[in-house]
């Protein structure tokens, strides 16, 4: 099929769907939304699918269907559906629905949907999240508070399903991202456990993901060529592994304030009158006119300052205003 022929169909999906659109007000798609969620929570798989083949085409004022209302943790239904581990709802709106909404929404907890899989072991949905690179906002954004490759970190990668999942994880960031800072850090730390390198280096091919080569040394890697099968993605991946490593220690020696040795000589002052004088120049006139006279009463010397006479204020007292309340009697009964 060309690509011609699939922009064809999609717009013919996308003029079918707005054809469908079922409009109603603000209010009641919120409590559409409320009363799907109320049966995720009781995870009666077959009712929430029920609702949603009859409200998926239900818009409000803002063109927002049931995908894009979120309770007050910032999860929509297919988030919750994942937290709850409606497998087949969530297959059911990954394959159907993803159109309709973001599959890579971030909630109110930083996490997405694909991370709510993984923190309930909703394995099998993870998988199925992975088909789609937009599941993972951390790809295209490394300021993203969290992240699935940390926590990945926290889970037992020797497990067999958790080591497919990380498969998945790593082959993504080498077709999207392969020189992502996070994606070389957490390569520093699976390189601390050589069980999981000699397990991840069976699912990929050396000249695509060398192990041997991230996991050594810089002066293993320097001055090797680009493999002519995949220059793009051969050695060099490997190489800007250990450039990072480098530049950290670089940037760390960069942190520490060099001590300066400073040698202290003893420099005497250049002043004319001190040390290029002679007493031989002048005359007995002349030197008796630079002798430092000694002071007296007649020639200044300190100045005695008189104390200024200040009259002072002699106090007066206030009279007290007749006011009621200082003069109030009490009349006893």
Request: net charge neutral; aromatic share 6%; charged share 30%.
């Amino acid at each position: 099929m060309s690509e011609n022929e699939e922009t064809k169909e999609h717009d013919e999906e996308d003029e079918e769907e707005e054809e469908n659109t079922i409009k109603i007000n603000d209010k009641e798609l919120e409590d559409t939304v409320t009363s799907i969620i109320r049966k995720i929570t009781q995870k009666n798989e077959t009712g929430v699918l029920e609702d949603i083949n009859e409200t998926k085409n239900f818009r409000n004022s803002r063109e927002q269907s049931i995908f894009n209302i979120f309770n007050n943790e910032g999860n929509n239904i297919f988030m919750l559906s994942c937290k709850y581990g409606l497998t087949n709802v969530c297959t059911n709106i990954i394959e159907n629905y993803n159109k309709l909404f973001n599959l890579g929404r971030i909630n109110f907890r930083g996490h997405t949907a694909l991370i709510i899989c993984l923190l309930n072991e909703n394995t099998d949905v993870a998988l199925k999240l992975l088909e789609y690179p937009q599941a993972l906002p951390e790809l295209f954004n490394e300021n993203l508070r969290n992240s699935v490759l940390s926590v990945m970190l926290a889970k037992n990668l020797r497990d067999d399903t958790n080591m497919q999942i990380l498969t998945e994880i790593i082959d993504c960031y080498l077709e999207y991202t392969p020189n992502s800072q996070r994606f070389h850090k957490f390569l520093n730390k699976i390189c601390e456990d050589k069980n999981i390198i000699e397990r991840l280096q069976q699912e990929f091919p050396l000249r695509v993901l060398n192990f041997n080569r991230i996991c050594g040394d810089l002066e293993n890697v320097q001055g090797e060529t680009p493999d002519p099968l995949n220059p793009n993605l051969t050695n060099v991946l490997n190489v800007t592994q250990h450039n990072l490593r480098r530049q950290s220690n670089l940037q760390n020696a960069r942190n520490v304030v060099p001590q300066r040795n400073v040698i202290a000589e003893n420099v005497e002052p250049q002043n004319p009158y001190v040390s290029n004088f002679d007493p031989n120049e002048y005359t007995d006139e002349q030197m008796e006119n630079f002798r430092i006279r000694k002071r007296s009463d007649s020639s200044g010397g300190r100045k005695k300052y008189k104390k200024r006479k200040t009259t002072k204020r002699r106090k007066t007292t206030k009279r007290r205003k007749y006011t009621r309340k200082f003069h109030k009697k009490t009349i006893r009964l």
